[in-house]
């Protein structure tokens, strides 16, 4: 088969990373490129031990493991952890060989619920096209928001198979119209996505029959070799099965384990090189000039292609790989180099304090003991939690001091991941970090991960590639100029890549060091509002210096959290709730707009909480859609707050509105002293 100038098969691994929209594909491309692998090894057996045993043997070698889950007979969730560790432990992914192939709703269940629950485990997984497109959307339901990925079922390796024609293009075409970016790439026996010509998207083809030592077997599979595989026919990946783990099958095998364990390795190494090593040819004819422009030595005697040693062509494979790394998007950041950030205003430069200011923040530190915002419960300071960690079973390893840097350092995380992310997608990426890092979320864990680990796990945040790269950096920074730890000042932590000056006041104030406020959007935003800033401030760096030029230094500490839950839920950026909130009803916000019963019907809405007060009648439910409901109990009461939100993903938004609802049980006091640093 031969392919075009502009075919992705001229393209390396390496450099087609940034083009994948799917995490699961991008981490695949990172994974190979990584370990030099393009092997998958189908392991089809019927019991855990052998899968296990298998994973565990040809784990150094490939790049993911294809399991066909429905024939194991003592399948349990046991299997599912420990082969989840093994490939952590020895950086592979997971394929479920599932072959979807019902209407949407079924498929989507069948993929998140039942026995397996493979969508909770397996990174990529297959389906048929026969129901049509709403099998996709069905799978994307529910493995889109987990980052995984969608291979159709475009060609099969079998004799006689029916995917084929009109059913092949079919499936590229469905592959070509996926918005939601779940679909990344196909089974196939060829690069059916360029049969027409180069595709615009970049999808992967995964090769089943592939073998070095047989043609076919008595049941129709068909084997082709490696070099006919990727070279030829511009696959990317090889999927051998019984070419590697057969030898167990076999009485021998049966009967030394040992011995049958040690030839499955000795085939998964050389599968590798063969599949690597076509490769390898594959970007040697990619990168070698026409024949006709060819320059020849004096006498003829250039060199062919045959001719050219590996060395020579991993060569010429560097030099291709070192120009796309240019434009990685996870390149290491240096400690920036700026100016001393200004900790407060001279005392000619100070405002004066707004009339009112004491009476306004009693009025909203009240009201906001009856909400609970995401900050709440899901803000930085909280992940950085010791009784939050997910990552608390390792905790009896630690000294007190290490809790005490892990601590910080997940709080400084939180934090860098926070901007421009609503903080239920913080809480989740920090969770995704704590768990899928070797030792959870510490310093060495940050230092040894690889990017797509990391990158998967924060997929959902905005920026997620640059904050990648960030996090590389400042891990590298706190090791080699901070003993390991996270600095004490605002300017060594605005020194840190991806580290601001809000982010910088919070970190300190999360260690019990109170030098400025951090300021950030709702606090920016709601003080304008207010009319504490006169002129209205043009930054949030303004508001942060007028803030502390009057505000009393003990409230310094409590003013953030207690501005960002009320612009959370109350004082929101578009459409605020003037209706519920209790500082524009005494007459104390200048920005305060009556809403007719329409306007409340199209706002968010909010349920607040807690003991009836003096002004517990203003907010009874009259019916109304979107007016406060105000439950008077004496102890406790379930408070529901639900906000819109736009997720974010790939640095750009993905157009999806989701509702995110937090459901909690707190008392007024409770509330009340979550806000106490």
Same mark, same amino acid.
């Given at each position: ?538 930054? &949030?760096?303004?508001? =942060?210096?007028? +803030?502390?030029?009057?505000?009393? #230094?003990? /409230?310094? !500490?409590?003013?953030? %959290? *207690? ?9 929101? &950026?578009?459409?605020? =709730?003037?209706? +519920?909130?209790?500082?524009?009803? #005494?007459? /104390?916000? !200048?920005?305060?707009? %009556? *809403? ?30 979107? %007016? ?50």
């Amino acid at each position: 088969m031969s392919f075009q100038t502009n075919s992705i098969v001229k393209k390396t691994y390496g450099s087609r990373v940034s083009s994948q929209a799917n995490a699961a594909a991008k981490q695949l491309l990172e994974t190979m490129e990584r370990k030099k692998s393009n092997l998958c090894v189908s392991i089809d057996v019927t019991n855990k031990s052998d899968l296990l045993a298998v994973a565990e043997a040809v784990g150094p070698d490939v790049c993911l493991v294809k399991t066909h889950i429905d024939i194991v007979e003592d399948f349990d969730m046991d299997l599912v952890e420990k082969l989840t560790a093994l490939s952590k432990e020895h950086d592979f992914m997971i394929f479920e060989d599932r072959k979807f192939a019902d209407i949407g709703n079924t498929v989507s269940l069948q993929y998140s619920a039942g026995v397996h629950k493979i969508a909770s485990w397996s990174h990529i997984t297959n389906a048929h096209l026969v129901p049509g497109p709403g099998i996709i959307s069905g799978l994307a339901k529910a493995g889109e928001p987990l980052g995984r990925g969608l291979l159709l079922l475009a060609e099969m390796s079998s004799a006689g198979a029916l995917t084929k024609g009109d059913y092949t293009k079919a499936c590229v075409q469905a592959a070509k119209d996926d918005k939601s970016g779940f679909v990344c790439g196909f089974i196939a026996m060829s690069r059916v996505d360029e049969a027409d010509g180069p595709c615009e998207k970049d999808l992967l083809v995964l090769t089943p029959g592939v073998g070095l030592d047989v043609k076919g077997d008595a049941l129709g599979q068909q084997y082709r070799t490696p070099d006919q595989v990727v070279r030829q026919s511009g696959c990317d990946i090889i999927i051998v099965g019984r070419g590697i783990y057969g030898v167990l099958m076999t009485e021998e095998g049966k009967a030394d384990k040992v011995t049958a364990m040690n030839k499955v390795r000795e085939q998964g190494s050389r599968y590798k090189k063969a599949g690597w090593d076509a490769y390898l040819a594959r970007i040697d004819d990619a990168t070698r000039p026409p024949r006709h422009r060819r320059r020849r030595r004096p006498g003829g005697g250039g060199k062919k292609r045959d001719d050219l040693s590996e060395v020579e062509i991993k060569a010429k494979v560097k030099k291709s790989e070192r120009k796309a790394s240019l434009s990685s998007p996870f390149e290491t950041s240096p400690r920036k180099k700026q100016k001393a950030i200004k900790l407060d205003l001279e005392p000619h430069e100070a405002h004066p304090a707004p009339s009112r200011w004491e009476e306004t923040y009693r009025v909203l530190e009240k009201q906001r003991a009856r909400i609970l915002a995401p900050v709440d419960t899901m803000g930085c300071e909280e992940n950085g939690r010791e009784e939050r960690r997910a990552d608390s079973f390792r905790k009896d390893k630690e000294s007190q001091e290490d809790r005490g840097k892990r601590e910080r350092l997940t709080t400084l995380v939180s934090l860098m991941l926070s901007s421009q992310t609503k903080d239920p997608v913080t809480a989740e990426a920090v969770y995704n970090l704590q768990r899928n890092l070797r030792n959870g979320l510490d310093l060495g864990s940050l230092l040894e991960a690889d990017e797509a680990t990391i990158s998967s796990s924060i997929s959902k945040v905005g920026f997620w590639r640059r904050k990648t790269g960030y996090l590389k950096s400042v891990a590298r920074i706190l090791r080699d100029d901070f003993g390991g730890d996270v600095p004490r000042t605002v300017d060594e932590l605005c020194s840190l890549p991806g580290v601001g000056p809000k982010m910088a006041f919070l970190a300190l104030q999360s260690m019990g060091i109170s030098v400025g406020i951090g300021v950030d959007t709702h606090v920016h935003r709601i003080s304008n509002r207010l009319g504490w800033n006169r002129p209205p401030s043009k930054n &949030p760096e303004e508001t =942060r210096l007028n +803030l502390q030029s009057w505000l009393p #230094k003990e /409230l310094h !500490p409590k003013i953030n %959290k *207690l501005l960002v839950g009320f612009g959370q839920v109350i004082c929101v &950026p578009v459409g605020p =709730r003037c209706d +519920l909130c209790k500082v524009g009803a #005494k007459g /104390l916000c !200048p920005s305060f707009k %009556k *809403l007719d019963d329409k306007s409340i019907s199209n706002r968010v809405k909010v349920h607040l909480v807690g003991d009836s007060d003096d002004d517990s009648s203003d907010d009874d439910d009259k019916g109304g859609k979107g %007016k406060a409901k105000v439950k008077g109990r004496k102890k406790a009461d379930v408070v529901k707050v639900e906000m819109k939100m736009e997720e974010v993903g790939g640095g750009r938004s993905q157009g999806r509105s989701t509702r995110v609802k937090m459901e909690s049980i707190h008392d007024a006091d409770q509330v009340s002293a979550s806000l106490e640093w």
